[in-house]
């Protein structure tokens, strides 16, 4: 299911608008049968496709979780005549690289797809020569400030059998301690990490979305039949909550600075 990050001024906060729903059968489903299942990148990468078709100039930015981190699947949104902006959460051991250096006049052999090897980020979050700046966030999930520290750097992933792909890393870590450090990667080398970082946490809006399902719809969301979606929540109390809160306002019950979230 994809989202569109609505800001709404009367509500002061985003919402998340589902507009796109894959049914996406289980792995469960395909025992027995000759077909093999098909990945969650391959729905995703077919859904953003068509999306592009839909609208071939408009900048489109992606966020989703680690599962979305898939070095082909970034290679191919980046490769696109109008590239789709991917932002996932990233993996902190992940095998980083230089540029390509330039080749010199009259070099022979394969062009190189990768430059030297550059530490890892779990390494650079703990290096103490590493320099952090601090980022105000106005909304961090069920918080509604908090200050970070974030570092930031490009690079290029690589995996032998794989495409490179460029991109640009942000390590988010808690000045308090309250949460794990984590990586984030964006495909858009020109972003800032402030602004990754906010994209990433607006991501929040989908959960947002999916208890003002449950908490107001008038049929409790019920599990789809045995066939084997993976969606679990059926796509027309969704779409019930959305002209409710269009026509309305927040359903009752919602706080009114419920942390913003983003596209998925």
């Known amino acids: 299911m994809l989202m569109l990050l609505v800001p ?12 796109l729903t894959r049914l996406a059968p289980s792995e469960h489903y395909y025992e027995g049968k000759t077909r093999a299942p098909k990945k969650l990148t391959d729905w995703l990468r077919q859904a953003l496709l068509q999306i592009r078709r839909w609208l071939p100039d408009r900048a489109i930015v992606f ?17 696109l005549l109008t590239p789709i902006t991917m932002v996932v959460r990233f993996r902190l051991d992940a095998a980083l690289y230089e540029p390509v250096p330039a080749r010199r006049p009259g070099q022979q052999g394969r062009p ?12 650079v979050a703990l290096n103490p020569h590493t320099r952090w700046q601090r980022h105000s966030m106005r909304y961090w999930y069920g ?13 290029v992933w690589f995996h032998c059998g794989h495409p490179a792909v460029p991109l ?17 990667l964006c ?28 908490e107001t719809s008038p049929l409790r969301a019920r599990r789809p039949p045995c066939w084997g979606c993976s969606p679990s929540l059926p796509c027309w109390p969704i779409a019930w909550l959305n002209v409710v809160k269009c026509s309305h306002g927040e ?14």
């Not at 966020?63 to 490769?79: C, E, F, K, M, P």
């Not at 918080?143 to 690079?155: D, H, L, M, P, Q």
């Not at 990490?193 to 946490?201: D, E, K, L, R």
């Open 143 to 155: 918080e509604v400030k908090r200050v970070i520290e974030i570092t930031s750097g490009t690079a």
């Open 187 to 214: 495909t858009d080398l020109q972003a800032t990490p402030q602004q990754i970082v906010n994209w990433f946490v607006q991501r929040w809006q989908l959960e947002v979305t999916f208890r003002d399902v449950r």
């Open 63 to 79: 966020v989703a979780d680690s599962s979305y981190a898939v070095i082909d699947l970034l290679a191919n949104l980046i490769q």
């Open 112 to 123: 190189r797809k990768k430059g030297a090897r550059l530490p890892t980020l779990a390494h």
């Open 251 to 264: 359903p009752r019950g919602t706080p009114s600075h419920a942390p913003p979230s983003a596209m998925r």
């Open 8 to 19: 709404i001024p009367f509500a002061q906060r985003v919402w998340a608008l589902p507009f």
């Open 168 to 184: 640009r890393w942000v390590i988010v870590r808690d000045p308090r301690g309250k949460f794990k450090t984590q990586a984030l």
